[in-house]
């Protein structure tokens, strides 16, 4: 095998990985425009491992819509303070 | 409704109307979530991720629910409600439980601004910008206010510092004075006049800017606001704490109910006097 066939089995072999990586990183890339967006995760996408979890905080900070306030001048039940 | 309470997340928890085995678990309630959100607890979920050098982290499925939280109230408050603004807390010199913070004659430590929009979750993964960390505090707080009252079978309320979540009706005493009747929904009030602390002869406390990393200086003293969970209110009394002058346009743009105190003057907004018009009348 003359040098320049070896060199250019070489470079071969080296634009076959290239293309490799560049085919992974481009798949990587989606997964990962798929699954995140600044500071979320995209609408749809289901969090692996986490979505019960997520359903369960979600549900637990669920507001009434009918929640009021009216006037009082009973003595309080309960005090509030400042956060 | 003789209520009940117990010391956790650095606050009084009252609880009224729950039996004793709800009760208890209340308490877990608090306690486990103090364990994974704690910036004061070396071994908690939060503070592994806020050392974390790389950046990408597993997270559990709770604190992964509670950051999304987080994240939907900064993306609702255009970034004012902050999960990112750990390392400017700690800057004004709030690295220690309340308690146990003292004066201090030096400096403030250089800050940083938010950064909620680079903060990425993926399936369990979280990763947080080099250098970020994540101050929960604030949403995990209400968030627990809000969950423990759905472990009561029955009416009641559960209240923690400045957030009250009732189920039914209760009156309740406001910071400073006064009391109204809440139903169904919560209450919270955000200000600056408990937790306060010098630092290099400065005037610190923990509703930081994002926009600046430092203390706000807004011209509000303490914020009170009503909306359907403690969660809700806790958010909108912050946004509107920091937003300024505009706090209270802002709440009526979202029919939620504010009381604005400042150094010389309480403010209310309209919706507030909607719905307290009558007592005050009579």
């Known amino acids: 095998m003359s040098r320049i066939e070896a060199a250019r089995r070489r470079a071969g072999g080296v634009k ?17 425009a798929r699954a995140t967006n600044p500071g979320h995760a995209a609408a749809g996408t289901p969090a692996t491992g986490a979505s019960s979890s997520v359903q369960s905080a979600e549900s637990e900070s669920q507001g009434s819509d009918d929640f009021s306030i009216a006037p009082s001048s009973s003595q309080p039940q309960v005090q509030t303070h400042v956060s | 409704m003789s209520p009940d309470g117990f010391e956790a997340m ?6 009224g109307g729950a039996t004793e085995t709800e009760l208890r678990e209340v308490k877990r309630l608090f306690e486990r979530l103090d364990r994974i959100f704690s910036r004061f607890r070396p071994d908690s979920e939060l503070s592994r991720l806020n050392e974390s050098s ?14 999304r939280l987080a994240l939907d109230a900064a993306r609702r408050t255009d970034g004012l409600v902050d ?11 709030y690295d220690r439980d309340f308690a146990r913070l003292a004066d201090d004659d030096r400096p403030p430590e250089p800050s940083l601004r938010g950064s909620w929009r680079q903060v990425r979750v993926a399936g369990s993964l979280v990763f947080c910008p080099p250098a970020t960390k994540l101050d929960l505090n604030g949403v995990v707080k209400a968030l627990a206010v809000d969950a423990a009252l759905q472990r009561l079978s029955g009416e009641g309320f559960v209240a923690a510092g400045g957030d009250v979540a009732v189920s039914g ?8 004075g006064g009391s109204l009747t809440l139903r169904n929904g919560g209450l919270a009030t955000s200000g600056t006049t408990t937790r306060h602390w010098l630092r290099g002869g400065e005037t610190q406390h ?39 002058e505009p706090g209270p346009d802002w709440l009526d743009e979202r029919g939620l109910p504010g009381r604005f105190l400042a150094v010389d003057e309480e403010v209310e907004n309209e919706a507030w006097r909607r719905a307290l018009e009558p007592a005050q009348a009579a």
């Open chain 2, 169 to 176: 009706a209760a009156v309740v005493g406001l910071p400073g």
């Open chain 2, 10 to 15: 650095g606050v009084e928890v009252v609880v």
């Open chain 2, 206 to 244: 923990h509703l930081i800017d994002p926009a600046t990393g430092r203390p706000s200086t807004s011209p509000w003293k303490e914020v009170t606001v009503a909306a359907g969970s403690c969660l809700e209110a806790d958010i909108a009394a912050k946004a509107a704490f920091l937003l300024g």
């Open chain 2, 54 to 67: 790389s950046g990408f982290v597993g997270a559990s499925p709770t604190f992964v629910g509670v950051l």
């Open chain 2, 83 to 93: 999960p990112t603004l750990g390392v400017a807390i700690e800057a004004a010199g």
């Open chain 1, 16 to 32: 076959r990985a290239l293309t490799v990586l560049a085919a992974a990183g481009l798949i990587v890339t989606g997964l990962l």
